[in-house]
């Protein structure tokens, strides 16, 4: 009676851990796409925040996505120079990967439109997140968030910079 059961744990097992495996992967790969969307969202309002004081919104997008911008994409740019840092870290991937819209509303506000490609890492999960592929056949899922920000001041003098003409 007893050698009967005593494959019983272990064929158990054989039935469950695909189970768990793929909802753990499922986990995993939902909270790289939650933190994504969270740095998309970060970056929308610094594209919007460059734009509203002259700055480049696009490098600025490039610069807060950089760490989710993993390690394949169909082309590279050149790596952002941080001053007194060096290279920022998956930098050159960023170009292939993030892109920004800009609006402005009669110089009353500033709409920006960041997108980001998130790659997806997990080969079964990433059925039921992906976008697309890129040229590489790698899934990716397309991340899109929007920042409007008044302008709150008319004139560069308001800010205490020098007059334009």
Known sequence: MHSRRRGQAL???????????LMTL?????????IGKFVVNHAAFSAARAQ???????QAARIVCSPVAGTRADSLGNPIVVPGW??????QFTPAKTTTQVTQDNNSAVTVEVTHQIDLWFPIVDLLFRNGTDA?????????????LPRLWQ???DLGLPATP
Request: glycine share 8%.
């Open 11 to 21: 064929a158990e097992w054989a039935v469950v851990l695909p189970l768990v495996l």
């Open 155 to 157: 004139r560069n003098s």
């Open 26 to 34: 499922t986990i995993l790969q939902f909270s790289l796409i939650l």
């Open 136 to 148: 590489g056949g790698e899934s990716y899922l397309r991340l899109t968030e929007k920042t409007t």
């Open 86 to 91: 060096g290279d920022l870290p998956r930098s």
């Open 52 to 58: 509203l004081v002259g700055e480049d919104p696009l």
